[in-house]
Every structure is written in C-alpha cells, then in structure tokens.
C-alpha cells in the first residue's frame, strides 16, 4: 500500500513538471515576439526592412535581445524533455524530442553570440555590411540549425499524425517544416528571418498547448 501511494504521489509530480513546462513553452512565442516588437519600434535606427531581428543584440541594449533569446531557447527545451514524457509510443516518440532539444540549444547559443553592428544600428555602426566576426558566424551557424532542427522534428511529427489521420495537425506540422527549409531571399533576407521565427514560435505555442491538452 504505501508502495503505491509514493508511485502515485511521483506520478502526479511528474505530471504536474510536465505540465510547468509545457505552459513555459507555450508562453515562449509571445514573450519573444513582443520582447522583439517593442524592440524593434523603439530602439533608434532599427529598421526590420534591413536589419534582421537578431541585430538588436547589438549595443547598449543589446543584452535584452540576448536575454530573450537564450528564455525563448529554454522554453524550447522544456517543451523537448515534456514531449519525450507524454508521447511515448510510435513514430517520434524518440526522434522528436531530440530534434527539439537540438531547436532550443541552438537558438539559446545564438542568442549568446551576437551579430556585429553594421548598416548603421546601432546608432554608430557603420553605414554598411562588415566582414563577419567570429561571434556573428557563430551566432548565423547555430540560427540555421536551429531552424533545420525545427523543420526536421515538425517533418517526423507529420509522418506520426498521417498515420494517427490527425490531419489538422499534418497541416500545420508540414506548413511549419516548409517555412524552415525555404531558401531566403537575399533582398528580403530581413523580413522573412522574421516571419520565419514568427512561424517558428506559433508552432511551438500551439504545439505545447496541444500536448497540454492531451496529457
């Protein structure tokens, strides 16, 4: 008897940690594209037409940018440890929560390496595109990943729900996978690394609501 009740006492702990993190996870999108928003329309100089989100963890202010990525980061692999918990058979039930792992490390690394000033933000930057530093590579490399990860872990998800027939969640997992893999435009570069996290993090709200839901 008490046997059983310490097993049922750990598994509704662990139930009630998966679901902390899946509601992490799920406030993630809005808390990184208002974080970036108001950013974006009060720092001086920033024009998202030119310069992609990344750039405002240049300068004095940088440092909430970068903040918001590693948080943003964070969530992501709160919703990775949650997805390997609740789903626990078939088609993902391993793969996934690695590919998300890889999503979430990987933004938060970003978010440590910062791009250079450049194309005059911030304020005194030089007017145009510089040589690349060591930390902006770094930085470029691990947002590519991270988005390759996503595209990878959403592509798994869409095998599994083909097969469950879930086909409203087929749609948004293929939709997801596509917007990371499209190739970005050099004249549009800025806007569409935008609208790419914009997805990005739609998806992983809506994703971490809907686990939410089926724990």
Partial sequence: MAT?????????RSAEQTRHLLTAAAIVGPLFYISSTVQALTRDGFDLRVHPLSQLATGDLGWIHAVTFVLAGLGVLGLAVAQG??????????????FLGIFGAAFAVAGCFPMDPQNGFPIGAPAGAVDMSWHAVVHSAAAILSFVALAAACITL????????????AVGHGITAL?????????????QIAATGLVAFTWVTVYSLALRRAQ
């Fill in 85 to 98: 918990r609740v789903v626990t058979d078939g088609v993902g039930s391993r793969v996934a929560p690695v």
């Fill in 4 to 12: 059983t009740a310490l097993h049922g006492h750990a598994t509704h």
């Fill in 179 to 191: 917007v990371m893999l499209l190739p970005v435009s050099p004249s549009e570069a800025s806007l």
């Fill in 158 to 169: 869409l095998i599994r729900a083909l097969r469950a027939r879930h086909m409203r969640a």
